[in-house]
């Protein structure tokens, strides 16, 4: 079974207008992480928010907010107010294991692109 | 200060020859993940190191194994080179602790002819 889904392969967004990216995860382990990635076309992997599973506020770093919905198993990214730089691969990573002992498990991507 | 720095940036090799990569984690961290990444998907874990120890393993055969320096950096290296071994190889850092994310390096584009 997937560990990690993300159903939307590419998504067109019209600038400036919010854009929810979808993940759901799957594991038995109470503790856990929840991380969105960002990948530009030159291929760096961008970190941009975490979620703790022990969290009870969602995240938010700027114009990103994640959408943290435990018992749908459900770790949403919201992008507010899209720019043209926003165009890229998006990952959602589920962290599994602890301390110096743990491995990040992706999601298979949603490409997006800002329309002007 | 330095983030994640990886070598080389490209590399050809031809199938049945080994492979080693290199990278140097972002100062402060101890921790170093490699991922395999293939064309179109998602980065696979091949296996986290701290503390100079392989400490979890992806679902990878033998033929990749690595190695962490006192100095933090590491190796991945790949022995018996297949034509599906052709990805981004992606080295990530973090300091250890449970709610610290992993920063990646720019990766090593690996073909095999």
Redesign the interface.
């Known amino acids: 079974a997937q560990k990690?889904t993300q159903t939307q392969p590419g998504m067109f967004v019209q600038e400036k207008e919010a854009v929810t990216l979808d993940c759901t995860y799957d594991t038995s382990d109470p503790?856990y992480?929840l991380?969105w990635?960002k990948q530009p076309s030159?291929?760096?992997?961008?970190?941009l928010i975490?979620q703790?599973s022990y969290d009870q506020q969602n995240a938010t770093e700027g114009r990103y907010s994640l959408n943290f919905q435990k018992a749908r198993k459900s770790a949403n990214l919201v992008i507010s107010a899209s720019q043209l730089g926003d165009s890229a691969m998006y990952?959602c990573?589920m962290r599994e294991?602890?301390?110096?002992?743990?491995?990040?498990?992706?999601?298979?991507?949603t490409r997006l692109t800002i329309i002007p | 200060d330095a983030g994640v720095t990886q070598s080389p940036t490209h590399l050809i090799k031809t199938r049945g020859q080994q492979v080693t990569l290199r990278c140097s984690p972002k100062s402060g961290h101890?921790?170093v993940?490699w991922?395999q990444q293939a064309l179109g998907?998602?980065?696979?874990?091949i296996f986290?190191y701290?503390?100079e120890e392989e400490?979890?393993r992806?679902n990878f055969p033998d033929r990749f194994s690595g190695h962490q320096f006192p100095n933090y950096s590491s190796e991945l290296n790949v022995n018996a080179l297949l034509l599906g071994d052709s990805a981004?190889y992606?080295c990530?850092s973090s300091f250890?602790?449970?709610?610290q994310?992993?920063?990646?390096?720019?990766?090593t584009?690996l073909s095999i002819l």
């Open positions: 990690i503790s992480g991380f990635y030159s291929g760096e992997m961008i970190f975490y703790g990952f990573a294991g602890n301390f110096g002992n743990e491995k990040l498990t992706f999601g298979t991507g | 101890d921790t993940s991922y998907q998602g980065p696979q874990f986290q701290y503390e400490r979890q992806g981004l992606l990530a250890i602790g449970r709610n994310p992993q920063h990646f390096g720019d990766g584009r």
